[in-house]
């Protein structure tokens, strides 16, 4: 992405609600992240990063990242203040400005972690063929990416969906499961990408809108192997 492109997707996130799917954030995770290196992908406020960080034990490492200057530093202070183990929590633990199209910018170098998570925001990214090349260039061969999201049966069009995202709606940004499988294998560098933990499931909260209205949509855990 160039500096051009950048500063838009910067823009574009700099003005998105940040309490959009605020229901949903159930946080699923893989079984077994020990002794593994997580990026932790649109983090927000820590929270789920904590959780991360005590699911890689003490021989893995936990990075945060936002575009969302206010929510990196918030996540930095409640660390400092909550974790049991005192100062050494920064040791596999840390928070970092970056969108998602733009992960140098965070210090994220190439095939850098074993897995990316992402909680349910990746509908909202500036330009997603971007996100999941950026995602694919910091995971390490074999590495994966776990992302807990909303599927559209039906897709709105283009416009409609970017509109949606600027607005922090993950429904009505959200494509098909056909669509996303197919940016990430043919145009973002994964060797493969399925579905799993599939339910249906409605907007509710801020996400409802009368465009929304008798669409169907599914939670689903899209894994993406680099």
Known sequence: MDELELRHAEAHYAEMPRDGYSGR?????????????????????????????????????VLGVDPSAACVARAEATAAAARAEGAAWAERLAFARGCFEGLRAAGVEDASFDVVIVNSVLNLAWDLEGALRETARVLAPDGFLY????????????????????????????????????????????????????????????????????????????????
């Open 147 to 226: 992302h807990a999201g909303v599927f559209a049966d039906e897709p709105l069009p283009t416009a409609a969906m970017q509109a949606f995202a600027c607005a922090g709606n993950v429904f009505g940004a959200a494509r098909s499961q056909a669509e996303f499988a197919r940016i990430a294998v043919d145009r973002a560098g994964f060797s493969l990408c399925s579905f799993e933990r599939e339910r249906p499931v409605e907007p509710d909260g801020t996400d409802i809108a009368e465009e929304l209205i008798g669409r169907s949509f599914t939670a689903a855990v899209a894994c993406a192997r680099r």
């Open 25 to 61: 954030c159930e946080m699923l995770l893989p079984e077994d992240l020990r002794g593994m290196r997580v990026l932790d992908l649109g983090c927000r406020n820590g929270k789920g990063a904590y959780k991360l960080a005590d699911r890689v034990g003490p021989d893995g490492f």
